[in-house]
């Protein structure tokens, strides 16, 4: 993992993964039935980030939390942007464009499926498959493009607090006509996170991301937990790293 500034005193944690036992559990892969074990629209019921916040923005419909180990494979330290991608994978079947009863919908691909796409479309060497190579936002838009014939545009942030705040006006714009989650990656900061809502306080003062964070492994936790732990919750954009740049990927499914 890059190097993480010491973000403490705010309680953040963008990237330390959080290990609560070693028991591998069931969750999900191909079997769709196994979604079950995952907590649904985890940041319900989180508070407001601020007293002033002026202008709020979330995802529509429904999204399940997708984290380090969910299907049994331990992929902590190289698996963040899969377990992301998986989250925005589900939110396109289950919310975007949900199947007839008698219909059935692709269930996220598992971490070896994903792999062994990006080598079939060209992306990847052979030798990728299999592997313990981490993915980013590109990667995303491949699989996202290629499962759901969905496309994504990929918007690259520069460090630095104006940038980033900039950002979260097009993430006001993306949420608004688009809905779906977003995957945020960088360099420096290289932890994958999904992005579920922007919040803003006055022009000037600062916005606050939705953060939902795969940095989790182990046995299933309640909404509570996961927001207790702040592995979903509220960021202030000022705690990102500042020397990192950022991706944001973001699905187009607005319908036309």
Not at 106 to 135: C, N, T, Y
Not at 232 to 238: A, E, F, I, Q, R
Not at 243 to 250: D, E, P, Q, V
Request: hydrophobic fraction near 30%; proline fraction near 7%.
């Amino acid at each position: 993992m890059a190097y993480m500034e010491d973000n403490s005193a705010e309680g953040i944690d963008w990237g330390h993964k959080s290990v609560l036992g070693e028991k591998k559990h069931r969750c999900t892969e191909r079997n769709s039935e196994l979604t079950g074990a995952l907590p649904e629209n985890a940041h319900i019921g989180l508070p407001s980030p601020a007293p002033d916040i002026v202008k709020c923005s979330l995802i529509s419909g429904d999204c399940l939390y997708f984290h380090y180990g969910c299907d049994g494979q331990d992929d902590r330290g190289w698996g963040c942007g899969y377990r992301t991608l998986q989250t925005m994978a589900w939110w396109l079947c289950h919310s975007w464009c949900p199947p007839s009863p008698k219909a059935k919908c692709r269930p996220p691909p598992s971490l070896p499926e994903i792999q062994h796409a990006l080598v079939a479309m060209g992306d990847k060497p052979a030798s990728f498959a299999g592997s313990r190579e981490w993915i980013g936002t590109v990667e995303a838009s491949l699989i996202l493009d290629y499962y759901y014939n969905v496309p994504c545009k990929v918007v690259h942030v520069r460090g630095g607090g104006i940038e980033l705040n900039r950002a979260a006006e097009e993430l006001h714009e993306h949420f608004q006509s688009q809905g779906s989650p977003v995957m945020m990656g960088g360099d420096r900061d290289n932890s994958s996170k999904g992005i579920l809502g922007v919040c803003s306080r006055p022009e000037g003062q600062g916005s606050y991301l939705l953060v939902m964070d795969p940095h989790y492994y182990g046995p299933p936790l309640e909404r509570a937990a996961l927001q207790r732990l702040g592995l979903v919750s509220w960021k202030n954009v000022g705690s990102l790293d500042t020397s990192s740049f950022y991706n944001l990927c973001l699905p187009q499914t607005a319908k036309t």
